[in-house]
């Protein structure tokens, strides 16, 4: 079956570190890909999404890029904030079936001043 | 701007007990999801719906049951409750025709079983 493979956390920088979370993905097909951020005691939200090889998905200073022949889409910021801790999920999804999302064990992210 | 509410935020039941996690959104969105997050684990999909009067089970299903009657509402009920359903339980809504259209999430019911 479909899965997602996040890179484990947590994950700790000072502020203003460049920042990369790696997410691999298994799968049939071509799915669109998401990251979606989770703040303390909240429900997740859409961060970005590609819905294509080669589509970069970019939002709030983060960007990921759907790379078709590695099975990829890395999460990068140039530059962190202390705001930006929060656990990031990565996840796929295909058309049918429900569209149904299949979601990585997600990345805690700790920025420090 | 509501969006995906859930209630109750809180809840601790005793084993054995049931309780209905409610779930309703205002983005007039066909499809509905429940999904229960543990620790470390991510999030797995409990029931799915795709419309009012249609709902199919998940990756997790057992121990819970879904019914769909309008297009706002999805409950999701315990009937008996077991510490393996300790959790958080988020619920999400999509218009979703692709799988390109992005879940919209509640902010979750921690729920607890002694």
């Known amino acids: 079956g479909d899965s997602v493979t996040q890179m484990e956390g947590p994950v700790t920088l000072s502020e203003e570190a460049f920042l990369t979370i790696n997410c691999t993905y298994t799968?049939?097909?071509?799915?669109?890909l998401f990251w979606y951020v989770q703040y303390p005691g909240e429900g997740l939200q859409l961060l970005l999404k590609?819905?294509?090889?080669?589509d970069k998905g970019s939002n709030k200073g983060f960007e990921a890029t759907y790379r078709k022949e590695t099975t990829s889409f890395h999460l990068e910021k140039g530059s962190v904030q202390v705001s930006d801790s929060a656990v990031y999920f990565c996840a796929l999804s295909f058309t049918g079936g429900g569209n149904k999302l299949t979601f990585g064990t997600g990345t805690q992210l700790k920025v420090e001043l | 701007n509501a969006g995906v509410t859930q209630t109750p935020k809180f809840r601790i039941l005793k084993i054995g007990q049931s309780m209905t996690l409610q779930c309703t959104q205002d983005m007039n969105h066909n499809y509905m999801y429940w999904y229960r997050q543990d620790p470390g684990m991510g999030l797995k999909l409990i029931y799915y719906s795709v419309g009012a009067g249609i709902t199919d089970k998940g990756e997790v299903p057992n121990g819970y049951n879904v019914s769909r009657s309008t297009t706002e509402d999805f409950p999701l009920r315990l009937e008996l409750a077991a510490p393996s359903q300790t959790s958080v339980y988020f619920c999400?809504?999509?218009?979703?025709?692709?799988?390109?259209?992005?879940?919209?999430f509640g902010d979750g019911t921690r729920l607890s079983i002694l």
């Open positions: 590609a819905t294509k090889a080669d």
């Open positions: 799968a049939t097909g071509y799915p669109s």
């Open positions: 999400a809504s999509s218009y979703s025709r692709t799988g390109s259209q992005p879940q919209h």
